[in-house]
């Protein structure tokens, strides 16, 4: 038995004849949704995912599939597994989503489960969006899980090790579905443009170079490309009109037998519509390769993905925050000027604003990828703060100690203290460190850039203030 509370599957019955939805469905609905596959053999993608002999096929094929969740893009397949999985489950299956459903709702249907299963009967409950239920939501499925009440299918764009509890995690197997190829997605709408009974039927010609075209502007994602696809089609016939009404001989096509082109989808679709999401998966995977881009001085990817956060709406003044914290992470002191230029980008976006701050942040990203790399810095604060966190705060020596008073004199603070500006060396060697932390080298320059410079001074001074420090032990 089936039941649905939403749209998804029907109320009750057995499960969904899919080759039936689409007879009924295929006069209205959407081109992507009348070419959704309605077996694994139909699945685009790699064949360890759904191809014959892999997981979920000989899952599919004992009728055991086990709790999981897909994680994957936008139109890479999750909410069509589910479909499989219905279609060929034996199961009592529920189709839910996280965005429209409520956790009462949920936990009255997996009650439901646990007195079908007692009745021998199994259910397998689908959540689409499933990383939109709050922590303490996604407890509510935990004992259900865990006592096989319910086989748990979860769907989502966004990367589970984040937004699921670990308790839920553990409980379940991740399939991850990647954005399918260019390839891929040339062969899926092929076969669409072809299909007499669920596609086009052949109601347009398109050039091989269109398809490679919507291949890339699709950026992986099958509902995008069949979309696109359909809404191109569908509007060849006007756009052939008007151009046979202008000029008869301008074109050999006519409205019966229209011809796609690459000029005819750059016209529809004038700008493309970039995945992302600020507070996402995607994000943190852009901002991740735009540093590490800087870091290996690949000035090209790094004007790339700088480029591909910015023109998807990223606020600029987080890449400017990013971009100050690289200055001082990965250049430090081997290129002082890259601070003061992150800084100075930042002031600049904050002033004339987007597009034109765009250029002020290409400049210094140019700049940053460019320039002499050093982590010195960021170590030496690194096992600075380590030793701050890992051994006792023990007070500074006493000659370096402040007495503004009397009492502290006596206590024998400034004992000893020598004021560098006085002797000849510019340093007395007093020992500044606390008795535990002698001879701590944090800073250890590796000689890029101006650090080179930097290294042989601080080895100089360091060798001087040993000199001192072992003559006034002598004394």
Same mark, same amino acid.
């Given at each position: 038995?089936?039941?649905? =509370?939403?749209? &998804?599957?029907?109320? %009750?019955?057995?499960? =969904? !004849? ?7 469905? /295929? ?53 069509? &597994?589910?479909?499989? $999985? ?7 299956? $529920? #189709? ?10 949920? *936990? ?9 299963? +007692? @009745? ?7 959540? !689409? ?43 379940l197997r991740v399939i991850i579905l990647p954005a399918l190829g260019e390839k891929d997605l040339i062969r899926?709408?092929?076969?669409? &443009? ?20 919507? #291949? ?6 099958? *509902? ?17 009109? /008007? ?22 989808? %750059? ?19 852009? $901002? ?15 004007l790339y993905w700088l480029a591909r956060m910015l023109e998807a709406g990223e606020d600029p003044l987080y ?8 200055? /001082? ?26 597009? %034109? ?12 990828? &460019? ?10 604060? #690194? ?13 500074? =020596? ?51 850039? *101006?650090?080179? !410079?930097?290294?042989? +001074? ?6 001087? @203030?040993?000199?001192? +420090? ?6």
């Amino acid at each position: 038995m089936t039941s649905s =509370p939403g749209d &998804l599957f029907d109320e %009750e019955g057995p499960a =969904p !004849d899919l080759s039936a939805v689409d007879d009924v469905a /295929s006069r209205d609905a959407p081109l992507a949704e009348r070419m959704r596959p309605k077996d694994l053999s139909e699945m685009a993608g790699p064949a360890d995912l759904v191809g014959p002999g892999s997981f979920l096929a000989k899952a599919l094929e004992a009728d055991r599939v086990p709790s999981l969740v897909f994680w994957g893009p936008p139109g890479s397949g999750k909410t069509t &597994l589910a479909r499989i $999985i219905a279609a060929k489950s034996q199961a009592r299956f $529920i #189709g839910f989503s996280a965005v429209v459903s409520g956790i009462k709702e949920i *936990r009255n249907v997996m009650e439901e489960a646990a007195r079908a299963r +007692r @009745r021998g009967r199994r259910t397998l409950l689908f959540v !689409d969006e499933i990383h939109r239920f709050n922590r303490a939501q996604q407890d509510a499925f935990l004992p259900f899980v865990e006592a096989g009440d319910i086989v748990l299918v979860g769907a989502t764009t966004e990367n589970p090790s984040f937004e699921l509890n670990g308790a839920l995690l553990s409980r379940l197997r991740v399939i991850i579905l990647p954005a399918l190829g260019e390839k891929d997605l040339i062969r899926l709408m092929k076969r669409a &443009l072809a299909d007499q009974k669920r596609g086009l039927a052949a109601k347009a010609t398109v050039e091989e170079d269109a398809f490679e075209w919507l #291949g890339r502007f699709s950026d992986g994602d099958a *509902r995008r490309a069949l979309t696109a696809l359909e809404a191109a089609v569908s509007h060849l016939p006007f756009k052939e009109n /008007s151009l046979s009404s202008s000029s008869p001989s301008s074109s050999s096509s006519s409205p019966s037998n229209p011809h796609l082109t690459v000029a005819v989808l %750059e016209d529809l679709f004038k700008r493309k519509v970039l995945l992302y999401d600020k507070a996402g998966d995607e994000h943190f995977n852009l $901002i991740s390769a735009l540093h590490k881009s800087l870091r290996d001085s690949d000035v090209d990817a790094s004007l790339y993905w700088l480029a591909r956060m910015l023109e998807a709406g990223e606020d600029p003044l987080y890449v400017a925050r990013r971009l100050v914290r690289f200055a /001082s992470e990965d250049i430090g002191l081997a290129d002082p000027s890259s601070l003061t230029l992150a800084v100075a980008a930042k002031e600049a976006v904050h002033f004339i604003g987007m597009p %034109e701050g765009a250029l002020a942040l290409a400049e210094i990203a140019v700049h940053m990828a &460019l320039a002499p790399k050093s982590n010195a810095l960021y170590t030496a604060y #690194g096992e600075a703060a380590a030793d701050v966190q890992e051994r006792p705060n023990e007070p500074p =020596p006493l000659a370096i100690r402040n007495a503004p008073t009397k009492l502290m004199k006596q206590a024998g603070y400034g004992a000893g203290y020598k004021y560098a500006h006085d002797t000849a060396e510019k340093t007395a060697g007093l020992s500044c460190l606390p008795d535990s932390l002698a001879g701590r080298n944090y800073y250890r320059p590796a000689g890029e850039g *101006r650090e080179k !410079d930097l290294k042989a +001074r601080a080895e100089a001074v360091r060798a001087l @203030r040993e000199t001192l +420090r072992k003559k006034k032990e002598k004394k």
